[in-house]
C-alpha cells in the first residue's frame, strides 16, 4: 500500500514537473509578453500600418490605404477604446499620423459605448 501511495506520488511530481517546463520550451504564451492593450495595438499596427524602405534603404512607417476603414472594422468588433490605442501606437511612428488618426477617430468613434 505504501508503496503504491509512492509510485502514484512519484508520478505526480514527474507530470508536475514535465508540465511547466515543456510549455517554456519556444516562445512563451503572450500573457506573459503583452497586457490586453498591448496585444490590440499590435493587431491594428498589423493592420493599419506598412513598412516602406527609403531611397536611402531606411525604413519608414506609413498608414495603408484603408486604414479608416480597419479602425472601424475594429470598433464593430468591440474594440470601443481602440483610438486610444492607435493613438499612442502611432505616436512612436509619425506625429502626422497620430494627429491624422486621433482627429478621425474622436470624430467619428465616440469612446464612451460599452461592448456588446
Request: aromatic share 10%; hydrophobic share 40%.
Amino acid at each position: 500500500m505504501l508503496s503504491v501511495i509512492f509510485m502514484l506520488h512519484f508520478i505526480s511530481l514527474i507530470i508536475h514537473v514535465s508540465g511547466p517546463r515543456s510549455a517554456k520550451v519556444g516562445a512563451l504564451p503572450i500573457e506573459e509578453h503583452f497586457t490586453m492593450g498591448e496585444c490590440r495595438a499590435e493587431m491594428v499596427k498589423a493592420h493599419i500600418l506598412k513598412r516602406k524602405s527609403t531611397p536611402d534603404n531606411q525604413i519608414e512607417w506609413i498608414l495603408e490605404d484603408n486604414w479608416d476603414k480597419t479602425i472601424i472594422n475594429y470598433y464593430n468588433n468591440g474594440y470601443h477604446h481602440l483610438h486610444q490605442i492607435v493613438i499612442e501606437y502611432l505616436e512612436a511612428f509619425d506625429k502626422d499620423a497620430r494627429l491624422m488618426a486621433g482627429t478621425y477617430c474622436e470624430k467619428f468613434l465616440p469612446d464612451n459605448q460599452p461592448n456588446q
